[in-house]
């Protein structure tokens, strides 16, 4: 028996049935039509199908299904309502079996009412009467015994169940991600031995393919035959990954009569899981589920045992999900299906044509045996080889054991069949083992359905495009380039944009690099608009979707957005305020704002170009306003490919765009900050692990590449890091890495040279401490050499090298030249150059105004300044504090004033333009600055506490307070210093660990607080005795001090009040009368001994190893956190002003006066700022870039160098060596064995003819008699096959032979090529005869018959009349009869090409390449492709009727006088799918053409403001129904499909016209 028994008959019903469910939903059912649109459109992100998904009910462990209560409801409430089975309603006995009904279910199995109607009915067995729909009893999880914990998903549907509804299933409630490929496979039914090499190479191909691409595979679901095969390949794939991503969907859809132990499947509550017991010993007819598979669809027709019950379903299936979409709404595109074909019998062969004559590639698998080599063998034959002959002679060799079973028209439909199927060579596509070695079985499957998207109407350039789009969704970078990306193929850069976004926005990696390798321009590609697209493509469960959904929603939406694209929700600007938000306040913002452009282009307002047209004047002004606003020019691209791919955490396309910006250094360090931040405000705890990886990536990338730069050249990676950068906001490098916290960048030799050199100024770093405090305190040893500047040295240096040159070995004479050969060169030209061209030494005045200036310099005086600050408040607070303000006390105010001015200074203070608000949030972002601020409000508030005399104590005391606020402050100075910095970090670390520490403290001191108190106490009213001994006396008992009132030997009631009289006495303790105590000594001394344990020992124990971890942090890293923290000490030293308090207040006057006087603030922060002209950016630049490709190459090299890329290379080698062997010692077997048969033949034959020749000579015949015995090579065979073939004629029609006549159920006789002539014998031809009632064309009632014209004389019998019917010129098509057509004989039809030429919205006539521009008129029904309008001529009529349909009668008068000079393109027989063996139509393509004087031209359908012609809407009734008539004007160009279907008739017209093609 063979396994699929597939007919034309039923598949060709399914299609048709498919199709009349769509129209009926969308017809019956709008809202249900609504969800079916809406499914068409599948998100090509996996975790966003997840995200947009119901969650699947189960939740898979390692031992059993868990299932969720709230979620199985749901889903067992879905599938009552949606999902149904077949059940007999009548029980018919059989008559060749007792107890069995018709349906093939014994009595049992039937219900009572069934049997009982059986009785009082007497009417035959009717399955569209007596099978009804009830919802179904078998669905949930399906676990097979014996074969591990593998869970799989079933349920029983009816065989007239929805495709939506299924799919709705298999990705709401399975879980299932919609697929990017569907893998149909098929074959033979029954098992069948497969050669091992043949078997593993399936198996791995089809595990490749289905991986890479998340296919999904479709088989019958049964353990055997090729579906034993697939899933012994999912099996495979499960043991050998570990990912789930990578596993394998499976999908078996068989029949529920045919399935062996299916009542272990049945509960209408659902089995979550039910074991399932695979008895292939006792199945009998019947088969047993795949354990393999992932997912069974079990279709029921309320019958048993009988197969193919779920081919219509299936094949519905599989259109219906070939017709969804994958990719995103811009670039998507419909699901590709293949149908991969193992072996199989008649049933398979009638698959695959099917499968072929609906589009759907196939791959034939040679070697696997039957149907699959028949088609092997005949694949690659013209097509005159292919003849009954060959057939049968395929049949006996692979059909041996069944050839005599077929008869003579089945090998004749076989052979019909088979020609069909091969002259559809775009579809097939066939796997030859020991042809494709190198080659993989993925990318024979791959490279099928490449090669099939020509057959889909894609030409071109458009072919070429949907050829990428299918290799982007499947990332096969392999494919692409073996077959897309070759030398005779020829892209465009502007080609590769589309396919650019998809890979963008899908995650692929690979093919960005592929696009950008091959042309790709990502200047010309990435427009504003672009990255608005891609950031509106941002999946919903990200962190950036939800940052940039808050902020769009918490921003007001201008009109512009609201009027252009309501899907278009996130703009630029929303994008530069969550990347401000992530980078800082220090930042820019990196995109402009509406109102910035729009100010922008008031100055410079020129032309956009708009590529898309509105639908009217007022959305045209609206979207040039828009475009005017979104089309700036994006200067880096690069960058803001980079930020994109940064903020989705998108490793592999940054890394890309990471290499090809420029400014790397910057860029490392804002993914760093970037990343650092989305890390701390995620809440997913893999993924902010990630996050923190890839950021410590980044950072190591920076300190890397800065590295490389300051080993190359010291004073150009200095000037990197301080130069101003335009691309990341207008800050430096040394600023973003202190906001991304880089300690190890802020650690480097580079770094810390620049920052030690700003902070000791124009004095030299080599400069000891004690100098520059006498100089500071005696200011004329500055002249002397104590100390030495830097600007000295460098000239002294100068002159040095200068003299040293001018003066070695020189003659008298300055004018001698150096001879080398021809070359004379100047001595002055070996000069050193310096950039200093004007280097100076220091004047007098100016060694004064740099010393005192330097940072180092300005810190000293500061620190001695404040020393002082804090030796006046504490002399005030201690010895002079009066009620009337002393004169030192007055000189505290004024200088604590002066401190307040400089607070002041700090905060107005904004060398880098952020603008007050940015200013003030990072004045406000320091601790330290926090603690200047409070420690002068509490000043401020013990002042006016201390001049008023009811309040003076409260004033000092507020001040005492204030000055241990401002003795912490000189934490802060001391950072600088390398050896107590240091301490200070951990001074402040610890701090932290000590709050944690005092929760815990804090909870068991209140708990035996209370608890002692309850207990030793008897109602305490004063609150402060009550704090004593609940809080503080516990607290000090961690110190040591054990009180006496917790046991009896401390109990003296002379120490203690009783009633509590004394408020300077606590209350005594519980006793009695005659004064003893009362309470319970026991549990008071354990209850004191517990705490001390739990306190003393632990807590403490705690606190001082949580101690000891963070001064081993940050004794490790001791000296990187010190230079971390040196920058923000030496940048407000060096900003400040030289002058220190209380003198500094002569500073702040003279900046105030300096403002006021001049408009403009100092900026006195070059130091760290430094602005580049463009040139000197663009060539520092230029050299980071070099710098950066060395750094590349060396990681490259270091990481092929490492060992896990050594071992990895070697286990790839060894694998492969491995295959090579097993391949080589598997043909070494087969050779073997095929020399020792051929040993054996020749032995054989020897004997053969000893025997003959001894029958012979003992005269039991003559020797003229007996047999020769010859042995042939196959190479003598193969010619024999050659001489037999003959060279045949190709087939004049092929549509007409089509095996199902069009609009119905018949099928036609199948006539190969070779019997279509009218003179070769075609002996048994005995075609059908068909004539519908109503004949018309394909939108038409069409007229009566006229059947005396057309018949002649009434009288003629039957067979004459039929022998009097003309016969097709092309020979036969298998039909009698008229058909669809109208008339026997030649039914006259017309294709009018009306044309006119292309005009610009200045009506000029457009032109390409120096030639005009032709465009022609085309129309569309619903649902179908635009053509045009021609159709079959009715009596008496001049025009077919789609043309009198959208033309009036003023204007088909027009075309009557026009049609008499129209150009004759094309006049003969058409090849029609409605011709049969007595009629058949004969076309008229004409060529009526609209000079520019017509007055008609555009009355048909009117041009748009650009010319463009828009598309015309015209009501009309088809089958009773109103649609719509689309008709428009059409250019004539290569690539478009209608253009590709009519592309001879157009060459020739255009070539009449000299127009473009």
Same mark, same amino acid.
């Given at each position: 028996?063979d396994?699929?028994? *597939?007919?034309?008959?039923?598949?060709?019903?399914?299609k048709?049935?498919?199709s009349a469910?769509e129209? @009926?939903?969308?017809?019956v059912h709008?809202?249900?039509?609504e969800?079916?649109?809406?499914r068409?459109t599948?998100?090509?992100t996996d975790?966003?199908?997840i995200?947009?998904?119901?969650?699947?009910?189960?939740?898979?462990?390692?031992?059993s299904a868990?299932?969720?209560s709230a979620e199985?409801?749901q889903?067992?409430k879905?599938?009552?309502?949606n999902?149904?089975k077949?059940?007999?309603?009548?029980?018919?006995?059989r008559q060749?079996?007792?107890?069995?009904?018709? !349906?093939?279910?014994?009595?049992?199995?039937?219900?009572?009412?069934?049997i009982?109607l059986?009785?009082?009915?007497g009417e035959q067995?009717?399955a569209?009467?007596?099978?009804?729909?009830?919802?179904?009893?078998?669905?949930?999880d399906?676990?097979?015994?014996g074969q591990g914990?593998?869970?799989?998903k079933y349920?029983?549907?009816?065989?007239?169940?929805?495709?939506?509804?299924?799919?709705?299933?298999?990705t709401?409630?399975?879980g299932?991600n919609?697929?990017?490929?569907l893998i149909?496979? *098929?074959?033979?039914?029954k098992?069948?031995?497969?050669?091992?090499?043949?078997?593993v190479?399936?198996?791995?191909?089809?595990i490749?393919v289905?991986?890479?691409?998340?296919?999904?595979i479709?088989?019958g679901?049964?353990?055997?035959?090729v579906? /034993?095969?697939?899933g +012994?390949?999912v099996r495979?794939?499960k043991m050998?990954?570990q990912?789930?991503?990578q596993?394998?969907?499976?999908?078996?859809?068989?029949?529920?009569?045919?399935?062996?132990?299916?009542?272990?499947l049945?509960?209408?509550?659902g089995r979550f899981?039910v074991?399932y017991?695979?008895? +292939?010993?006792n199945?009998g007819?019947?088969? !047993?589920?795949?354990h393999n598979h992932t997912?069974?669809i079990?279709?029921d027709n309320?019958?048993?045992?009988?197969y193919?019950?779920?081919i219509?379903l299936r094949?519905?299936?599989?259109?219906?999900i070939?017709?969804?979409?994958?990719?995103?709404?811009?670039?998507?595109?419909?699901?590709?299906?293949v149908?991969?074909?193992?072996?199989?019998?008649p049933?398979?062969? @009638?698959?695959?044509?099917?499968?072929?004559s609906?589009?759907?590639?196939?791959v034939?698998?040679?070697g696997s045996?039957?149907?699959?080599?028949v088609?092997?063998?005949a694949?690659?034959?013209?097509m005159?080889?292919?003849?009954?002959?060959?057939?049968?002679?395929q049949?006996?060799?692979?059909?041996a054991e069944m050839?005599?079973?077929f008869?003579? /028209?089945?090998?004749?439909s076989?052979?019909?069949? &088979?020609?069909?199927?091969v002259?559809?060579?775009?579809l $097939?596509?066939v796997?030859r083992t020991e042809k494709?070695?190198?080659?993989e079985l993925d990318?024979?499957? $791959?490279?099928a359905?490449?090669?099939?998207?020509?057959?889909?109407g894609?030409?071109?350039q458009?072919?070429?495009?949907?050829?990428?789009k299918?290799?982007v969704?499947?990332?096969?970078?392999?494919?692409?380039?073996s077959?897309?990306?070759?030398?005779n193929k020829?892209w465009?850069?502007?080609?590769?944009?589309?396919?650019?976004?998809?890979?963008l926005?899908s995650?692929?990696p690979?093919?960005?690099?592929?696009f950008?390798?091959n042309?790709?321009?990502?200047?010309?590609?990435?427009t504003?608009?672009?990255?608005e697209?891609?950031?509106?493509?941002v999946?919903p469960y990200t962190?950036?979707?939800?940052?940039?959904?808050?902020?769009?929603q918490?921003?007001k939406?201008?009109h512009?957005t609201d009027?252009?694209?309501s899907?278009?929700?996130? $703009?630029?600007h929303?994008?530069?305020?969550?990347?401000?938000?992530l980078?800082?306040?220090?930042?820019?913002?990196?995109? /402009?704002?509406l109102?910035d452009v729009q100010?922008?282009?008031?100055v410079?307002n020129t032309a956009i170009?708009i590529?898309?047209?509105p639908?009217?004047?007022?959305e045209l002004h609206t979207y040039s306003?828009?475009?005017r606003?979104?089309?700036q020019?994006?200067?880096?691209p690069e960058r803001?490919?980079?930020?994109?791919?940064i903020?989705?955490?998108?490793?592999?396309?940054?890394s890309?765009?990471w290499?090809?910006?420029?400014d790397s250094?910057?860029?490392?360090?804002?993914?760093?900050?970037?990343?650092?931040k989305l890390?701390?405000?995620e809440?997913?705890?893999d993924l902010s692990e990630?996050? +923190?990886?890839?950021?410590?990536?980044?950072?190591?990338r920076?300190?890397?590449?800065?590295?490389?730069?300051y080993r190359?050249?010291?004073?150009?990676a200095q000037?990197?890091?301080i130069?101003v950068?335009?691309?990341?906001?207008?800050t430096?490098?040394l600023?973003?890495a202190?906001?991304?916290?880089?300690q190890?960048f802020?650690?480097l030799?580079?770094?810390q040279?620049?920052?030690?050199k700003?902070?000791?100024?124009?004095?030299? =770093?080599?400069?000891?401490?004690?100098q520059?405090?006498?100089?500071l305190?005696?200011w004329?040893? &500055?002249?002397?050499?104590?100390?030495t500047?830097r600007?000295?040295e460098e000239?002294?240096?100068k002159?040095l090298?200068s003299d040293?040159?001018?003066?070695?070995?020189?003659?008298?004479n300055s004018?001698?030249k150096l001879h080398t050969?021809q070359?004379s060169?100047?001595?002055?030209?070996?000069l050193?150059r310096?950039?200093d061209?004007d280097?100076?030494?220091l004047?007098?005045?100016?060694?004064?105004?740099?010393?005192?200036t330097?940072?180092?310099? =300005?810190?000293?005086?500061?620190?001695?300044?404040?020393?002082?600050f804090?030796?006046l408040?504490s002399?005030?607070l201690?010895?002079?504090?009066?009620k009337?303000?002393?004169g030192?006390?007055?000189?505290?105010?004024?200088w604590?004033s002066t401190?307040?001015?400089?607070e002041?200074?700090q905060?107005?203070?904004?060398p880098?333009g952020?603008?007050?608000r940015r200013?003030?949030l990072?004045?406000i972002?320091?601790?330290?600055?926090?603690?200047?601020v409070?420690?002068?409000v509490i000043f401020?508030?013990?002042l006016?506490?201390?001049f008023?005399?009811s309040?003076?104590?409260l004033g000092?005391?507020?001040?005492?307070?204030?000055?241990i606020?401002?003795?912490?402050?000189?934490?802060h100075?001391?950072?600088v210093s390398?050896?107590l910095g240091?301490?200070i970090?951990m001074?402040?670390m610890?701090?932290k660990?000590?709050f944690f520490?005092l929760?815990l403290?804090?909870?068991?001191i209140v708990?035996?607080? %209370?608890?002692k108190?309850g207990?030793?106490?008897?109602?305490?009213?004063r609150l402060n005795w009550?704090?004593?001994?609940?809080v503080?006396?516990?607290?000090?008992?961690i110190?040591?001090e054990?009180?006496?009132?917790?046991?009896?030997?401390?109990?003296?009631?002379?120490?203690c009040t009783v009633?509590?009289?004394?408020?300077?006495?606590?209350?005594c303790p519980?006793h009695?009368s005659?004064?003893?105590?009362?309470?319970?000594?026991?549990?008071?001394?354990?209850?004191?001994?517990?705490?001390l344990l739990?306190s003393?020992?632990?807590?403490?124990n705690?606190l001082?190893?949580?101690?000891?971890?963070?001064f081993?942090?940050?004794q490790?890293n001791?000296?990187?956190?010190w230079?971390f923290?040196?920058?923000?000490?030496i940048?407000?030293y060096?900003c400040r002003?030289?002058?220190?308090?209380?003198?500094?207040?002569?500073?702040?006057?003279f900046?105030?006066?300096?403002?006021l006087v001049?408009r403009k603030?100092?900026?006195?922060?070059?130091?760290f700022?430094?602005?580049?002209?463009?040139?000197?950016?663009?060539?520092?630049?230029?050299?980071?870039?070099?710098?950066?490709?060395?750094?590349?190459m060396?990681?490259?090299?270091?990481?092929?160098?490492s060992l896990n890329q050594?071992?990895n290379y070697?286990?790839?080698?060894?694998?492969?060596?491995?295959?090579a062997?097993?391949?080589n010692?598997e043909g070494?077997?087969m050779?073997?064995? &095929?020399?020792?048969?051929?040993?054996q033949?020749?032995?054989?034959?020897?004997?053969l003819?000893?025997i003959?020749?001894t029958?012979?000579e003992k005269?039991?015949?003559?020797?003229?008699?007996a047999?020769?015995l010859?042995i042939?090579?196959?190479?003598d065979?193969?010619?024999e096959?050659?001489?037999?073939?003959?060279e045949l004629?190709?087939a004049c029609h092929?549509?007409?032979?089509?095996l199902?006549?069009?609009?119905?159920n018949?099928n036609?006789?199948?006539?190969?090529d070779?019997k279509?002539?009218w003179?070769?014998?075609?002996?048994g031809?005995?075609?059908p005869?068909?004539?519908?009632?109503?004949?018309?064309?394909?939108?038409? *009632?069409?007229l009566?018959?006229?059947k005396?014209?057309e018949?002649?004389?009434a009288g003629?019998?039957?067979?004459?009349?039929?022998?009097?019917l003309?016969?097709?010129?092309?020979?036969?098509?298998g039909?009698?009869?008229?058909?669809?057509?109208?008339c026997?004989?030649?039914?006259l039809?017309?294709?009018?090409?009306?044309?006119?030429?292309k005009?610009n919205?200045?009506n000029?006539?457009?032109?390409?390449n120096?030639?005009r521009?032709?465009?022609?008129?085309v129309?569309?029904?619903?649902?179908?492709?635009?053509t *045009?309008?021609?159709?079959i001529?009715?009596p008496g009529?001049?025009?077919p009727?789609?043309?009198r &349909?959208i033309?009036?009668?003023?204007?088909?008068?027009?075309?009557?006088k026009?049609?008499k000079k129209?150009l004759?393109?094309c006049?003969g027989?058409?090849?029609d799918i409605? @011709?049969?063996?007595?009629?058949?139509? +004969?076309?008229? %393509?004409i060529?009526?053409?609209?000079?520019?004087?017509n007055?008609?031209?555009?009355?048909?359908?009117?041009r748009?403001?650009?010319g463009t012609?828009?598309e015309?809407?015209?009501?009309?009734?088809?089958?009773g129904v109103?649609?719509?008539?689309?008709?428009q004007?059409?250019?004539?160009?290569?690539?478009d499909?209608v253009c590709?279907?009519?592309k001879a008739y157009?060459?020739?017209?255009?070539?009449f016209h000299?127009?473009c093609?």
């Amino acid at each position: 028996m063979d396994g699929e028994l *597939t007919m034309s008959k039923k598949a060709t019903s399914a299609k048709r049935k498919s199709s009349a469910e769509e129209q @009926n939903t969308n017809q019956v059912h709008p809202l249900r039509a609504e969800l079916y649109d809406q499914r068409k459109t599948i998100l090509n992100t996996d975790m966003l199908n997840i995200i947009k998904r119901s969650p699947s009910f189960i939740r898979t462990g390692q031992s059993s299904a868990k299932i969720v209560s709230a979620e199985q409801d749901q889903f067992r409430k879905w599938i009552r309502d949606n999902i149904r089975k077949k059940e007999c309603i009548y029980f018919f006995e059989r008559q060749t079996a007792g107890s069995v009904c018709e !349906c093939g279910y014994p009595r049992e199995h039937h219900r009572e009412e069934a049997i009982n109607l059986g009785r009082l009915h007497g009417e035959q067995w009717n399955a569209m009467k007596h099978l009804r729909q009830v919802p179904t009893d078998a669905f949930g999880d399906i676990v097979f015994e014996g074969q591990g914990q593998k869970v799989a998903k079933y349920a029983r549907v009816s065989n007239d169940t929805a495709p939506v509804t299924l799919y709705h299933l298999m990705t709401e409630y399975w879980g299932l991600n919609p697929p990017h490929l569907l893998i149909s496979v *098929t074959g033979g039914a029954k098992n069948f031995h497969l050669k091992r090499g043949l078997r593993v190479m399936f198996q791995r191909g089809l595990i490749k393919v289905a991986q890479s691409t998340g296919a999904w595979i479709i088989t019958g679901g049964t353990f055997a035959g090729v579906m /034993r095969h697939v899933g +012994e390949s999912v099996r495979h794939c499960k043991m050998t990954s570990q990912s789930k991503k990578q596993q394998i969907v499976a999908i078996g859809i068989a029949s529920w009569g045919i399935v062996h132990n299916r009542e272990s499947l049945i509960s209408e509550e659902g089995r979550f899981p039910v074991e399932y017991y695979m008895d +292939e010993a006792n199945q009998g007819r019947l088969s !047993c589920l795949d354990h393999n598979h992932t997912h069974f669809i079990l279709v029921d027709n309320g019958t048993h045992g009988q197969y193919g019950v779920e081919i219509l379903l299936r094949a519905q299936l599989e259109k219906y999900i070939s017709k969804q979409r994958m990719g995103t709404e811009d670039v998507g595109i419909e699901i590709p299906i293949v149908c991969v074909v193992l072996e199989g019998g008649p049933g398979t062969l @009638n698959t695959i044509y099917n499968a072929m004559s609906n589009g759907t590639p196939c791959v034939i698998v040679e070697g696997s045996g039957r149907v699959a080599d028949v088609l092997a063998n005949a694949a690659d034959l013209p097509m005159a080889q292919i003849t009954i002959s060959f057939v049968q002679k395929q049949l006996r060799m692979f059909f041996a054991e069944m050839y005599d079973k077929f008869s003579e /028209r089945e090998i004749t439909s076989w052979t019909k069949k &088979i020609q069909d199927i091969v002259r559809m060579r775009e579809l $097939l596509t066939v796997f030859r083992t020991e042809k494709s070695s190198n080659d993989e079985l993925d990318v024979a499957i $791959l490279e099928a359905l490449l090669k099939a998207s020509t057959s889909h109407g894609h030409k071109g350039q458009e072919n070429l495009d949907h050829q990428m789009k299918l290799a982007v969704a499947w990332n096969r970078v392999d494919i692409a380039k073996s077959t897309i990306f070759t030398d005779n193929k020829h892209w465009k850069p502007h080609h590769l944009h589309q396919a650019m976004f998809a890979a963008l926005v899908s995650d692929k990696p690979g093919f960005v690099e592929l696009f950008l390798e091959n042309g790709v321009n990502l200047r010309e590609f990435l427009t504003p608009e672009i990255l608005e697209r891609l950031y509106n493509n941002v999946p919903p469960y990200t962190l950036l979707y939800k940052k940039l959904q808050k902020v769009v929603q918490g921003g007001k939406q201008t009109h512009v957005t609201d009027t252009t694209d309501s899907k278009r929700n996130v $703009l630029l600007h929303h994008v530069s305020t969550v990347l401000q938000e992530l980078l800082g306040e220090f930042t820019e913002p990196l995109y /402009r704002t509406l109102k910035d452009v729009q100010d922008r282009k008031k100055v410079n307002n020129t032309a956009i170009k708009i590529n898309i047209l509105p639908s009217s004047l007022q959305e045209l002004h609206t979207y040039s306003q828009e475009s005017r606003i979104c089309e700036q020019e994006v200067e880096n691209p690069e960058r803001d490919l980079f930020i994109w791919a940064i903020l989705q955490k998108r490793k592999d396309l940054a890394s890309i765009f990471w290499v090809q910006a420029m400014d790397s250094i910057d860029a490392s360090l804002v993914a760093c900050k970037i990343l650092k931040k989305l890390s701390c405000e995620e809440n997913d705890t893999d993924l902010s692990e990630e996050m +923190e990886e890839l950021a410590q990536e980044y950072e190591n990338r920076a300190v890397g590449l800065f590295t490389e730069c300051y080993r190359k050249h010291s004073k150009r990676a200095q000037k990197l890091l301080i130069r101003v950068s335009s691309t990341w906001g207008n800050t430096t490098c040394l600023r973003l890495a202190l906001e991304a916290e880089s300690q190890k960048f802020m650690a480097l030799g580079g770094v810390q040279a620049l920052l030690t050199k700003i902070w000791w100024g124009e004095l030299s =770093v080599d400069t000891n401490t004690w100098q520059v405090l006498l100089c500071l305190l005696l200011w004329p040893v &500055i002249y002397s050499n104590l100390i030495t500047f830097r600007r000295d040295e460098e000239w002294r240096k100068k002159k040095l090298s200068s003299d040293n040159v001018l003066i070695a070995n020189l003659p008298e004479n300055s004018n001698v030249k150096l001879h080398t050969g021809q070359r004379s060169i100047s001595r002055t030209a070996l000069l050193p150059r310096s950039d200093d061209t004007d280097l100076k030494p220091l004047t007098p005045w100016q060694k004064l105004k740099t010393f005192y200036t330097a940072p180092v310099v =300005v810190f000293y005086w500061n620190v001695l300044a404040y020393f002082g600050f804090l030796w006046l408040f504490s002399y005030v607070l201690v010895i002079d504090f009066q009620k009337q303000p002393s004169g030192r006390e007055y000189l505290l105010y004024f200088w604590l004033s002066t401190l307040v001015c400089e607070e002041i200074r700090q905060l107005f203070y904004d060398p880098g333009g952020f603008g007050f608000r940015r200013k003030a949030l990072l004045y406000i972002s320091s601790a330290w600055n926090c603690m200047d601020v409070a420690a002068i409000v509490i000043f401020v508030v013990g002042l006016l506490c201390r001049f008023f005399p009811s309040t003076l104590y409260l004033g000092k005391i507020i001040l005492a307070l204030d000055f241990i606020i401002y003795c912490l402050r000189v934490m802060h100075i001391f950072t600088v210093s390398k050896t107590l910095g240091p301490k200070i970090i951990m001074v402040q670390m610890m701090m932290k660990d000590i709050f944690f520490f005092l929760f815990l403290l804090i909870l068991a001191i209140v708990a035996y607080g %209370v608890a002692k108190q309850g207990i030793l106490i008897h109602n305490e009213q004063r609150l402060n005795w009550i704090f004593q001994g609940v809080v503080y006396q516990p607290y000090r008992m961690i110190f040591g001090e054990i009180p006496n009132d917790v046991s009896y030997s401390g109990f003296d009631l002379s120490q203690c009040t009783v009633n509590g009289s004394d408020p300077y006495k606590p209350m005594c303790p519980e006793h009695d009368s005659e004064k003893i105590p009362t309470f319970p000594e026991w549990l008071t001394t354990m209850l004191l001994c517990l705490y001390l344990l739990f306190s003393n020992i632990l807590l403490l124990n705690l606190l001082i190893a949580m101690f000891n971890y963070t001064f081993q942090v940050v004794q490790d890293n001791t000296d990187i956190i010190w230079k971390f923290q040196r920058y923000p000490l030496i940048e407000e030293y060096y900003c400040r002003p030289p002058a220190p308090p209380p003198f500094i207040v002569f500073s702040h006057i003279f900046l105030l006066i300096e403002h006021l006087v001049q408009r403009k603030p100092r900026w006195k922060h070059k130091k760290f700022k430094k602005q580049l002209d463009e040139k000197e950016e663009a060539e520092l630049l230029a050299w980071e870039a070099i710098i950066k490709e060395n750094y590349l190459m060396k990681q490259n090299r270091r990481e092929k160098q490492s060992l896990n890329q050594q071992i990895n290379y070697t286990k790839e080698k060894v694998d492969a060596v491995a295959e090579a062997i097993d391949l080589n010692r598997e043909g070494s077997k087969m050779e073997h064995r &095929i020399s020792h048969l051929e040993e054996q033949m020749m032995q054989t034959m020897r004997a053969l003819n000893w025997i003959v020749n001894t029958l012979i000579e003992k005269d039991f015949g003559s020797r003229e008699s007996a047999p020769t015995l010859v042995i042939s090579d196959n190479k003598d065979t193969e010619d024999e096959f050659e001489a037999e073939a003959k060279e045949l004629k190709p087939a004049c029609h092929v549509l007409a032979r089509s095996l199902v006549y069009p609009g119905t159920n018949i099928n036609r006789f199948p006539v190969p090529d070779e019997k279509v002539p009218w003179k070769v014998k075609f002996d048994g031809y005995t075609p059908p005869i068909y004539t519908t009632e109503t004949a018309g064309d394909d939108h038409s *009632t069409g007229l009566a018959e006229r059947k005396k014209s057309e018949t002649g004389d009434a009288g003629l019998d039957a067979p004459e009349l039929e022998e009097s019917l003309p016969l097709n010129p092309h020979g036969r098509t298998g039909m009698r009869g008229k058909g669809n057509l109208r008339c026997y004989g030649p039914n006259l039809a017309m294709n009018p090409i009306i044309t006119r030429f292309k005009r610009n919205s200045d009506n000029a006539v457009t032109e390409k390449n120096g030639k005009r521009v032709l465009e022609f008129l085309v129309i569309r029904y619903p649902g179908e492709e635009w053509t *045009t309008p021609m159709g079959i001529l009715e009596p008496g009529e001049m025009f077919p009727r789609n043309m009198r &349909i959208i033309l009036n009668q003023k204007i088909l008068g027009m075309f009557r006088k026009l049609q008499k000079k129209a150009l004759e393109v094309c006049k003969g027989y058409e090849d029609d799918i409605r @011709n049969t063996d007595n009629a058949w139509i +004969e076309t008229m %393509v004409i060529n009526m053409h609209l000079d520019d004087d017509n007055p008609f031209i555009n009355a048909i359908t009117s041009r748009g403001g650009s010319g463009t012609s828009r598309e015309m809407k015209i009501p009309l009734m088809v089958e009773g129904v109103a649609k719509e008539l689309a008709v428009q004007w059409q250019t004539v160009k290569q690539g478009d499909p209608v253009c590709a279907r009519y592309k001879a008739y157009l060459q020739v017209v255009t070539d009449f016209h000299g127009a473009c093609f």
